[in-house]
């Protein structure tokens, strides 16, 4: 088992920016993929951004390709969302999964353990 708490989220201005963590515990997670996703209320969660065991593979939705970036500390067990320019359609739940999905994998049923959610909430 893995457990996963994100942090980090919070109420802020469009333009602005949040740096999202995601803290796992229990099994060793080294060897997974570590993804963000969010869900807006009345939308299906969507995929946001992964980066493979390694660290040297990472992709993410078009619609934050060049605002976000992901980062993954293995000594602290912990992954990073970094989330500049935010925009009021940012605004969502976002969950932190890991999966043992081979590369970048960017569905849903490809995770494994999910996190509670953060609230991002980014006004106008």
């Known amino acids: 088992q893995v457990q996963l708490v994100e942090s980090g989220g919070g109420l802020v201005q469009a333009g602005g920016s949040l740096r999202l963590s995601c803290a796992a515990s229990?099994?060793?997670?080294?060897?997974?993929?570590m993804g963000w996703f969010r869900q807006a209320p009345g939308k299906e969660r969507e995929f946001v951004a992964v980066?493979?065991?390694?660290?040297?593979?990472?992709y993410f939705a078009d619609s934050v390709k060049g605002r976000f970036t992901i980062s993954r500390d293995d000594a602290k067990n912990t992954v990073y969302l970094q989330m500049n320019s935010l925009k009021p359609e940012d605004t969502a739940v976002y969950y932190c999964?890991?999966?043992?999905?081979?590369?970048?994998?960017?569905?849903?049923?490809?995770?494994?353990?999910w996190g509670q959610g953060t609230q991002v909430t980014v006004s106008s």
């Open positions: 999964a890991v999966g043992r999905a081979a590369g970048a994998p960017d569905r849903v049923r490809q995770y494994d353990y």
């Open positions: 229990g099994r060793t997670y080294s060897t997974y993929a």
């Open positions: 980066i493979n065991w390694s660290g040297g593979t990472t």
